[in-house]
């Protein structure tokens, strides 16, 4: 089949048909397992549903975002833990921990809401250890869990809620029992396949009452409506353990929409519901659900129910009753008066709130900024600025040296930050707001990174803060001309970096910074899109709220900035080649409307070919979707082999070095193509298992930004590009990306503790990549221009001794670099030092990572210049360029720099003489007097070696009294 598909494309396109000879099979993944993504935040959090703590376990507490998986802090939250990145997915909608067996934790995935941003999940999971370990239970096709209720004294007893398909219908939805751990599901509450169940609640003083929430509800293929059927949803309650339900009507509106329910443990009569209807309302019952009356009407506490529907009762007093909404309010009153003791002006946006049973001044809130938990009743609260589970949209570089992350943040607002940071770690020091609304794109000034635009559009000025507003529609949301979806595309051309563009039903387009724009096309929409099939039962109603849809993609040629490339959300793809006068409809005849075209890629090797990403999720269908055109749009060609079937696509970029290697970001993982698209592979390795909206190739890294786990980089791609072009499993040497001589950490302060949280800087110096195909032992050398050797490791290296006595605790020091000689990929790290000298002394910088802080005093910088890298194994010799670079921030000429380098050679050779000489005195007194000098040139060689700079008259005059000193012995 692989043989035929290669022998079409030949027909037609000679550059696909020769990938399809290279590249027959998959590259063995052994060849390039050796490389890791890095979280460099920001830490800050996401939105967030599911929460816990701990009965008897007060400091012990579980959060899951909606799309970050589950994480674990045993401290009250100064810290959290992420403990399911191992698992398939991230998308959490529910988590409990069961009372009687407090390291019994279900969790179930799939948000749990009806948000236009939703991702979905693929069941339910269970860990008996805290966390440790997972096993998946079952309900895979439930796709939404909105909560999960455990018997407080059977651990093996639990009910869920399945809120099922948000974009079409399915049977597995309703509440379901399980009476053995969930090893096996019984489902007890059904309507049909358009009701699902939002939520369950357990009498806590009698498990064998619960109460449910069943919610009709289906979200549109087009931006954000929800449409409801409200008469067939409800409360249901039961007495038997969930055998048998009853609806509970007495009081409650005739049509409901999503209800929250709460059991007071003081009181089992009072139940409060917070219900969505034509009128929302807090309601109360004081007979156990047999009747209702409403007890607040008020939009604050009330308002947006298919958002907000939480109510939770204080354990020991019935009337002191908590609602989450835009703010998190508590009411002493049985609900008729409530006052706001969490939120900000703006709306934080509050979705659930635990309090612990045994001491109800703990407190914890799931909220779209992360987790928070208050310890004395709601007076003080612990930080979400320690969470890396922002939601992003898109994400973009800058062409600054280091280059920023930028992305719009769900709930927040924007986030740049820096890939790298002059501190050794990614702190809250590196990380900036950038004036951008919290769903749209950014786009950073290719010619003056001060400057960043945003959203539809705002212009940000990093010199003074300042925002303005330049963008062609003063207020999107209520414009009756012009359409706009809250993620308007909007980027510089490539090609033409004066040129911005922004897509809403049309293309607008600015060359002047905003001031004035011109629209370049018609509407590129389809003109009547209709109601997709899959809102079913729920047609009717979404025709009368029927729209039409809205760019949603952009991509202009990097070669040519007459070039555009244009896709829908409702499943149109155009071009033009001269700058918008004419367009040219180009759609691939399998798109059907409201296939959203999610991403464009344009080529940077010629301008026929382009690629694109399609998502159907909102269709209800979850599988993958990319095409390929090598021939302006005429033809297009399904490229998905590899992908797996619930991968839905939201991106695809092409590599702008190696022609013919690609990238995909799905709802789960990030895949690679090193066949132009005919074949792809996993390129997860640790990145968890959240969804990855966009990526982008900046130099020799992938950077991506995730809807729940912030931005990751994966540094150094250039062995990919190199197993592009070759990829039998030999042993081999990577040809070595360029590496830049830049200072590992400039802090001159305390540093950061380790409880701080901060992402990863880039490996410190130039990164050496290898393959074993056998194990072997290995030696890695560097040598210089004329081949004298610099440094070298082997596989038999023993790890540096640590003092037994030093005076700072081991966790900061930076492990030995060994080479490995095990079969597979390995990275060694060559740190651009010569060898460390002969010091009778050792101590650690206070320019401290967390372990990666390395020993001092460490041998002199390398020159920038070129250098070889010679890896030998298994009896071979394999030799590599490298070229240094230096940090192009640092004004020194290359004499200069060599002056630095001739004296920190000097300082290393004597402080090796000194160390000699103090060994082999006879007396102590002079080896006192050696040993006081060689720590005299230690502190000489760090002030020359810790900063690119011509040492000061004073450094040079005790540089040569110290010479002087060792030479008159």
Known sequence: MRRLLCAMIAGTVLFSAALCEVSAQPVDASTFGALRWRSIGPFRGGRTVAISGVPGKQNVFYMAPTDGGVWKSDDYGRTWNPIFDSQPTQSIGALAVAPSEPDTIYVGSGEGLQRPDLSTGDGIYKSRDGGKAWQHLGLRDAQQIGAIVVDPKNANRLFVAV????????????????????????????????????????????????????????????????????????????????????????????????IGISVSRSNSNVVYAQVDAETPALYRSSDAGTTWAAVNKEDRITGRGQDFAHVSVDPSDENIVYVANTSTYRSTNGGKNFTAIKGAPGGDDYHTVWINPENPQIIALAVDQGATISVNGGNTWSSWYNQPTAQFFHVITDNQFPYWVYGAQQESGSAGTRSRSDYGEISFREWHPVGTEEYGYVAPDPLNPNIIYGGKVERYDARTGEVQEVGPILNWRSNKVYRFNRTAPLLFSPADPHTLYLGSSVLFRTRNGGRSWDIISPDLTRKNPGVNSSLGAFSQIAAKRARRG???????????????????????????????????????????????????????????????????????????????????????????????????????REDPVQRGLLFAGTEHSVFVSFDDGNNWQPLRFNLPATSVRDLVIHDDDVVVGTHGRSFWILDNITPLRQLAQQHEAQTRLFTPALAYRIRWNQNSDTPLPPEEPAGKNPPDGAMLDYFLATPSAVSIEIRDASGTLVRRYTSDDKPEPVDPGVDKPTYWIRPTMIPSGEAGMHRAVW??????????????????????????PRGAVALPGLYSVVLRSEGRTFTQPLRVKMDPRIPLTPAQLRIQFQLAQQLTAAMNKSAALAHASSGPKQRERYAGLNGQLARLLGLVNDTDAVPTAAIMTAIKAALSQLQGQ
């Open 163 to 258: 809120l099922g398909h948000p974009y079409g219908q399915n049977t597995e939805r309703g509440v379901y029992r399980s009476l053995d751990g969930g090893a096996t599901f019984e489902r007890v509450l059904y309507k049909d396949e358009n009701t699902g169940a939002a939520t369950v609640a357990m009498d806590p003083n009698n498990p064998q009452v619960l109460y449910a929430s069943m919610w009709a509800a289906r979200h549109s293929a087009w931006f954000s409506d929800v449409f409801e059927r409200q008469e067939l949803s409800g409360m249901y309650k039961s007495i038997d353990g969930g055998t048998t339900w009853q609806k509970i009507a007495g009081g409650l509106p005739a049509k409901i929409g999503r």
């Open 550 to 652: 809205v760019i949603y993609s952009l991509a202009p040629s990097p070669l040519r900035g007459a070039i555009i490339w244009a896709g829908t959300d409702d499943g149109l793809l155009w071009r033009t080649a001269d700058g918008g006068r004419i367009w040219r409809n180009v759609t691939p005849p399998s798109l059907t409307a409201w296939s959203k075209v999610a991403q464009l890629d344009a080529s940077h090797f010629d301008t026929n070919t382009a690629y694109a990403a399609i998502n159907r999720f909102r269709l209800d269908d979850l599988h993958p979707y990319i095409y390929r055109t090598h021939d302006g749009g005429k033809t297009w060609q399904s490229i998905t082999s590899g992908l797996p079937n619930d991968a839905s696509v939201n991106t695809v």
């Open 831 to 856: 740190d651009l030092r010569y060898p460390s000298p002969q010091s009778l002394g050792h101590d650690y910088p206070i320019s401290a990572i967390y372990e990666n802080t390395p020993r001092e």
